[in-house]
């Protein structure tokens, strides 16, 4: 069964700073990777998005994401922090090849910026 | 504009009154989830549907119902709720069920006493 685990629950950074926020997955077939954006009082919005192609991805806001596949990876990075970057990321993976429509989820990251 | 709308937002019942929590998708996306999300866990699938009266059980099925007999309603049915259903959910709709971008609702916060 495909998981996804994501290190650190809270991660706090200084405006400016480096973001890093961890994802691992486990899947025996080619994944199809997602991180989620969730600010509070509202739903998830797409950050960005793997699924073929370039390993180098790039999502709005300033974010972007490497699929390392001998890593079973997708960290998740920005070379600047925002204040407006406050939120809890979600790591997601859509499940084997069923075609089901479901999202495996990290546990949650929630991203503090301090002034 | 392309939205999931959720109702109602919050919601506060008591034990065993039967309630429904409604979703509608204007993008005639065929797939649609439903999630609950607790703290810690994430999110994860109550039911999902694949198409109009096609629906299947996701990770936490018991204790709710759904229905697809429109392709832009997706109704949650709790038919006896229980505290242990208090929870933050979650409705989605894709176009796809692979590699399509999901688009999620605001939320339903419900409080069961």
């Known amino acids: 069964a495909q998981s996804v685990t994501q290190l650190g629950s809270h991660v706090s950074v200084s405006e400016g700073a480096l973001v890093l926020l961890r994802c691992n997955y486990s899947s025996s077939v080619p994944p199809y990777l997602f991180w989620y954006v969730q600010y509070p009082n509202q739903g998830l919005q797409l950050l960005l998005k793997y699924t073929t192609g370039a390993t180098l991805v790039k999502g709005i806001n300033g974010f972007e994401a490497e699929f390392k596949k001998s890593e079973t990876s997708f960290h998740l990075t920005k070379p600047s922090a925002h204040m407006s970057d406050a939120a809890e990321y979600f790591c997601a993976v859509t499940e084997g090849s069923s075609n089901t429509g479901k999202l495996i989820f990290g546990q949650g990251t929630t991203l503090q910026v301090k002034p | 504009e392309a939205q999931v709308t959720q109702n109602p937002r919050y919601l506060i019942t008591v034990t065993g009154k039967k309630l429904t929590v409604t979703c509608s998708q204007n993008?005639?996306?065929?797939?649609m989830s439903w999630y609950r999300q607790d703290p810690g866990l994430g999110l994860r699938q109550i039911y999902y549907s694949m198409n109009v009266e096609v629906t299947d059980k996701g990770d936490v099925p018991e204790g709710y119902k759904v229905s697809r007999k429109e392709k832009r309603n997706f109704p949650l049915i709790l038919e006896s709720p229980s505290p242990n259903q208090t929870s933050l959910y979650f409705c989605a709709s894709s176009l796809n069920g692979m590699n399509t971008e999901a688009f999620f609702g605001q939320g339903t916060r419900l409080t069961v006493v």
């Open positions: 993008m005639n996306h065929e797939y």
